[in-house]
């Protein structure tokens, strides 16, 4: 798949060079389900920190079709620098699994992280999520199913009981999904890979995060960048979450001198990445 291809190079380029800091402690290839490829994560937590610490859970990004946690391990690290203990996740990709399979092990790396988290000092009181681009996506939804029943009732496999996330992060995230024929859209062409009946209205409906928020959805951090493609996402979550009466703020970060990319705060490499970063963990720790 070309798509596969052009995020690996990008990715490669991104990250030359890292590797795991010395302060930090990973548990690695961890079992959350049945499949030994897709279905695997990883635990990072800051050496010598006490314990326990708050958690938060990264759903990657890459277009439903590209990604594992391996791409997000720098990422991920870099959070629990932060003073937090990260799980990092793999899940099923399209097109060889379509939706909800990518749904279902999101449930699963969840449901893991509540039956054991605490065995790696994290603090089951205070779970967090992060989710950038298609990972930000399906944050959306997997809060949905946690705050909304009849949402929930659409799916044949379940949240963990009682879950709400404390507080999420959406970075660079989609939040209106509709399939047209612009070959320009590559959301409407990555649909194609992703839904079992490509323009299903029933599906559509489903995977649409906005239309089923309620006023139990958890506080939010909403990121975009002046260089994000799917900048205009943003501002009508922020709109609804602000009619709602959900706590969430919204930032739109940009560059200096050019514009910066989508999902720039990936770049742990990148100064604006730091910024962007830090001022998520400190949102996350106004709920600690």
């Not at 996402?233 to 514009?259: F, N, W």
Request: aromatic share 12%; net charge negative; charged share 20%.
């Amino acid at each position: 798949m070309m798509i596969r291809q052009q995020f690996f190079e990008g990715d490669e380029i991104r990250d030359a060079g890292l590797t795991t800091p010395d302060d930090i402690e990973r548990f690695d290839d961890i079992a959350y389900g049945a499949d030994p490829e897709w279905q695997m994560l990883d635990v990072y937590r800051p050496k010598g920190a006490t314990l326990p610490l708050p958690v938060i859970v990264s759903i990657h990004g890459g277009g439903w079709v590209y990604g594992d946690k391996e791409r997000y391990q720098w990422y991920c690290m870099n959070l629990a620098q932060r003073g937090f203990v990260v799980v990092n996740f793999t899940y099923r990709l399209a097109p060889e699994f379509q939706f909800p399979a990518s749904m279902e092990d999101t449930c699963l790396a969840f449901q893991w992280m509540v039956d054991h988290i605490a065995q790696y000092g994290g603090d089951l009181e205070h779970v967090f999520a992060v989710g950038d681009s298609a990972g930000g996506h399906m944050l959306g939804l997997f809060c949905n199913m946690c705050t909304n029943p009849a949402y929930a009732a659409e799916y044949d496999f379940a949240v963990p009981q009682g879950f709400v996330p404390t507080a999420v992060a959406f970075n660079c995230a989609a939040f209106h999904i509709e399939v047209n024929d612009d070959p320009n859209d590559l959301t409407s062409a990555l649909m194609v890979d992703y839904l079992p009946n490509g323009v299903d209205e029933h599906e559509i409906s489903l995977v649409n995060v906005v239309p089923h928020v309620t006023a139990d959805f958890p506080p939010s951090y909403i990121m975009t960048c002046d260089g994000d493609f799917l900048h205009d996402a943003a501002e009508p979550m922020s709109k609804l979450l602000r009619k709602l009466g959900v706590v969430h703020e919204l930032h739109v970060y940009g560059g200096i001198g050019e514009e910066l990319p989508h999902v720039f705060h990936c770049n742990m490499k990148s100064e604006d990445a730091r910024r962007c970063n830090d001022d998520e963990c400190r949102f996350f720790k106004r709920f600690v």
